[in-house]
């Protein structure tokens, strides 16, 4: 999904860090509203700001795929809808901005929670020092792999009921 661009070794390709950008910043809509922008919301309101979004588009900056977007108008309409500077999708900051840095934390602890509250529903009666060792190590192991995590965990956008809206 998000690779390293061609002769550059493990460098993420601009597409790449693109994508991871405006991944981050819908994980953090859905810590803030409570569930995921989807991307009719999205194209509603950059289109009130006289910008035009396709589907089409929108999928491969989320996924890191196709040519990079760097249309100016896009991007800052992008970092409008979600409060950020500009700066964070249109130039080289990486620094994550902190009302974002701190809402992904949160994110990640409800994530964790619920692979916790699920494992001791199926696992059922399990003593508390299993249950404790269990949620060190997922804890542990979240650390570890932070992007798979947040890859694994983001709920597919424009469901309702479980089931894809269409189009």
Partial sequence: MWGAEPGRGDAPSPQAQLA?????????????????????????????RGIKLSRARWFYMKEGTGRLVRDPALLAGLCSIF??????????DTELPE???????????????????????????????????????LNKDIGRHPEVEQAAASPPEDTQGGQPEVP
């Fill in 20 to 48: 991871r950008r405006l991944n981050l910043l819908l994980d953090a809509a859905v810590a803030e509203r409570g569930k995921p922008l989807t991307f009719r919301e999205v194209q509603a309101e950059l289109a009130d």
């Fill in 83 to 92: 409060k950020v500077d500009p700066s964070y999708l249109l130039g080289n």
């Fill in 99 to 137: 009302r974002i840095d701190s809402q992904l934390e949160f994110v990640k602890s409800l994530r964790a929670a619920r692979v916790k509250s699920f494992a001791a529903r199926t696992l059922g009666d399990v003593s508390p020092e299993t249950l404790r060792a269990i949620s060190e190590y």
